[in-house]
Nanobody, 119 residues
Framework: QVQLVESGGGRVQPGGSLRLSCTASEFSFNNYAIGWFRQAPGKEREQLSCISSSDGSNGITDYAGTVKGRFTISRDKAKNTVYLQMNDLKPEDTAVYYC?????????WGQGTQVTVSS
């Protein structure tokens, strides 16, 4: 099972930016589709973005309406890492952010990283 580690969370003021990283231990990480989710206190886990397996390209991306135009997902195949660049952050973006890897019957969640947007 692929092991995922998220990093890059923290506290930022409204309008600020953060870049989250999801790094995997598996050399075959690029064969996995990767999704970013978040969960705020008292709310259900929400899918934000996903990127397909690389298939020789950088992958196909998709975004939820709540983050489209502000968040960008990307993959660095050499580093076995998927990023979530988050710009123009809002207080309602405060949550624990998780990455998720999927390849056929195999899936894995990371442990999560806290993002707090507050003045």
């Amino acid at each position: 099972q692929v092991q995922l580690v998220e990093s890059g969370g923290g506290r930022v003021q409204p309008g600020g930016s953060l870049r989250l990283s999801c790094t995997a231990s598996e050399f075959s990480f690029n064969n996995y589709a990767i999704g970013w989710f978040r969960q705020a206190p008292g709310k259900e886990r929400e899918q934000l973005s996903c990127i397909s397996s690389s298939d020789g390209s950088n992958g196909i991306t998709d975004y939820a309406g709540t983050v489209k135009g502000r968040f960008t997902i990307s993959r660095d195949k050499a580093k076995n890492t998927v990023y979530l660049q988050m710009n123009d952050l809002k207080p309602e973006d405060t949550a624990v952010y998780y990455c998720y890897a999927l390849a056929g019957p195999e899936s894995s969640w990371g442990q999560g990283t806290q993002v707090t947007v507050s003045s």
